[in-house]
């Protein structure tokens, strides 16, 4: 699932393990998500998206659209 993740932690100064310390997840995780390996469950979608103050469709590209 394409998505907007690397961006938006880039731009807030997080490294990899920055954001999954404040998702409750590993690097390697995040690393997934953001080389688009594994889709997030929907839990770990929305908590992305609360982390980052935008809707999830804004950070993740909905593929059945």
Do not use: C
């Amino acid at each position: 699932m394409r998505n907007r993740l690397k961006v938006l932690r880039a731009e807030q100064g997080w490294t990899q393990q920055d954001l999954g310390d404040r998702l409750g997840v590993s690097r390697q995780a995040v690393n997934a998500l953001e080389t688009e390996k594994h889709d997030p469950s929907l839990d770990l979608a929305y908590r992305i998206a609360a982390m980052f103050g935008r809707p999830v469709e804004d950070i993740f590209d909905n593929p059945h659209a």
